[in-house]
Nanobody, 126 residues
Framework: QVQLVESGGGLVQAGGSLRLSCAAS????????MAWYRQAPGGEAVAVIS?????DYSDSVKGRFTISRDNAKNTLYLQMHSLRPEDTDVYYC??????????????????????WGRGTRVTVSS
C-alpha cells in the first residue's frame, strides 16, 4: 500500500556528512508522520517529521541531523553532519498513516498504521 526505499548510505570519515533519502510510493496521500530509525525497525527514533512539518530529534543527534520532506516528490531526507563512529548503523525509513484524509479510510488505512523500508547502511570510520 505504501512502499519506502532508502538510499544514500555509505562509508564516511568521522566529522563528515551524508544525506539519506527515502522515496515513498503507493498511497502517499495517506501518509502523515515520517521518521528515521536506527538499530532496527522500531528501534531508536532518530528524527521525526509530522505532516505539518514540525520536527523532533533524539538527544544523540540533535544539532547534527536535519530531517525534511518534499511532498511533491514524495521523498523524505535526513541530512547528517558531524558524523561519529557511534552513528554507524542501518537507518530505516518509517511512515505512519492517517485515515482522516479522504479517501484513506475507505482504502483501509487507520490512524497510526506503519510502513518500513528495508534500510540503508551508514558506516562512520574514526
Amino acid at each position: 500500500q505504501v512502499q519506502l526505499v532508502e538510499s544514500g548510505g555509505g562509508l564516511v570519515q568521522a566529522g563528515g556528512s551524508l544525506r539519506l533519502s527515502c522515496a515513498a510510493s503507493g498511497d502517499t496521500m495517506c501518509v502523515s508522520t515520517m521518521a528515521w530509525y536506527r538499530q532496527a525497525p522500531g528501534g531508536e527514533a532518530v528524527a521525526v517529521i509530522s505532516g505539518d512539518g514540525s520536527t523532533d530529534y533524539s538527544d544523540s543527534v540533535k544539532g547534527r541531523f536535519t530531517i525534511s520532506r518534499d511532498n511533491a516528490k514524495n521523498t523524505l531526507y535526513l541530512q547528517m553532519h558531524s558524523l561519529r563512529p557511534e552513528d554507524t548503523d542501518v537507518y530505516y525509513c518509517n511512515a505512519k498513516t492517517s485515515g482522516q484524509v479522504y479517501p484513506c479510510s475507505a482504502l483501509g488505512y487507520a490512524n497510526g498504521m506503519e510502513f518500513w523500508g528495508r534500510g540503508t547502511r551508514v558506516t562512520v570510520s574514526s
